[in-house]
């Protein structure tokens, strides 16, 4: 009786974790060219989101703001493994569990805040993920 809760209990903890952490995501600029008016650089802001599983993913769901938290950038849900008929600048791409998105281009020494957060097909949503 004892060895079943202890096994029931380390299931049940080790699903809660799984269900906590479904991602993690970093961002990182490609530069693209040099505005020589302002001598900076202009870069994309990728985002690359590393995902534990993708089954029932529906979108993911991007902003990025001057403030924490902030949308007043970009507030942009990009629909799951479709990469056409996006706006002008923005970009999706997969392979595997790594899906890399395109963000906005701006120069290198912009200070941006960015949140990141999962919309699964049965209409959950994973905890927002935050980066600045």
Do not use: W
């Not at 899906?99 to 805040?113: A, E, P, R």
């Amino acid at each position: 009786m004892r060895k079943t809760f202890t096994l029931l209990f380390v299931l049940l903890c080790t699903s809660l974790f799984a269900q906590t952490n479904p991602f993690s995501f970093t961002i990182y600029y490609q530069t693209t060219s040099t505005d020589t008016a302002v001598f900076d650089s202009l870069c994309n802001r990728i985002c690359e989101v590393n995902l534990e599983d993708t089954t029932g993913i529906a979108s993911i769901d991007v902003s990025v703001g001057t403030t924490g938290g902030g949308t007043d950038i970009l507030n942009y849900s990009f629909a799951f493994d479709v990469s056409q008929n996006l706006p002008a600048g923005l970009g999706y791409s997969r392979e595997g569990n790594k899906v890399k998105l395109i963000l906005l281009q701006t120069t290198h020494s912009d200070l941006y805040y960015y949140s990141v957060q999962l919309h699964y097909s049965n209409g959950q949503y994973s905890p927002t993920r935050m980066y600045n």
